[in-house]
């Protein structure tokens, strides 16, 4: 069994303002850094990462002793002229407007459309897939015959648009993209059944459920 969680970055500057963060490569908030230093986060024995400064940071203070691995395409969308802005500097813009009618479903003027993203996270996810299972059965060679191979944790520290729509194209039962929405340095837990993807190649997520790292703190 393959245990994953998918855990959002820490806050950077543009969040508090909130502003649409996509390929403006932030680093963390003095904010966000302190929060993650309190967090409580799980155990894992891998952990793979956005290319962009805001994940590879959070992934420095929460697994310290684990070296990334970056997937390029797990990064966030790209918001065209809409990136580092927020709604109340987007007031009065009629592709804004036009957006937002759409319920997020026309793509971002010069950016990407909500499908193109949806795509390559989901690429970017199977592509970090493959290679945890390909280091699981090297393991599994090794291991003498018979010996009980062990469940393994994964990391996947990302941006909240990558989570919904991995967990959209994947989760069990399935949801909606806006229902993964997820708060910064929060995220995912859940469960992916190794056998049936080495198998049939089969993705299916199951057993969601977020993860609370900073319960009990004023955040």
């Known amino acids: 069994m393959l245990r994953l969680y998918f855990i959002r970055h820490g806050k950077t500057f543009g969040n508090t303002l909130g502003r649409y963060i996509g390929t403006t490569d932030e680093p963390l908030s003095k904010e966000g850094q302190e929060m993650l230093r309190n967090g409580s986060y799980p155990r894992v024995s891998a952990v793979y990462c956005s290319p962009l ?59 990407e459309s909500r499908e193109a993203f949806r795509k390559r996270c989901e690429k970017g996810f199977r592509r970090v897939l ?9 393991l599994r060679q090794r291991e003498s015959k018979g010996e009980e191979s062990k469940d393994v944790s994964v990391a996947l520290i990302v941006h909240g648009g990558t989570i919904m729509s991995i967990l959209e194209a994947f989760g069990n039962p399935k949801r909606e993209f806006y229902h993964w929405q997820v708060g910064n340095g929060e995220g995912f837990g859940a469960l992916l059944e190794e056998e049936a993807y080495e198998k049939r190649d089969e993705v299916r997520v199951y057993e969601i459920h977020p993860i609370s790292p900073f319960a009990g703190l004023s955040v």
């Open 53 to 111: 400064r805001r994940c590879l940071e959070t992934a420095g203070l929460i697994y310290p002793d684990l070296s990334p691995r970056v997937e390029p395409l797990l990064r966030e969308c790209d918001f065209g002229e809409f990136e580092n802005r927020n709604y109340q500097e987007l007031s009065g813009n009629s592709a804004y407007q036009a957006w937002v009618d759409s319920n997020g479903q026309l793509p971002f003027p010069g950016g």
């Open 130 to 138: 493959a290679e945890v299972v390909r280091s699981r059965q090297t």
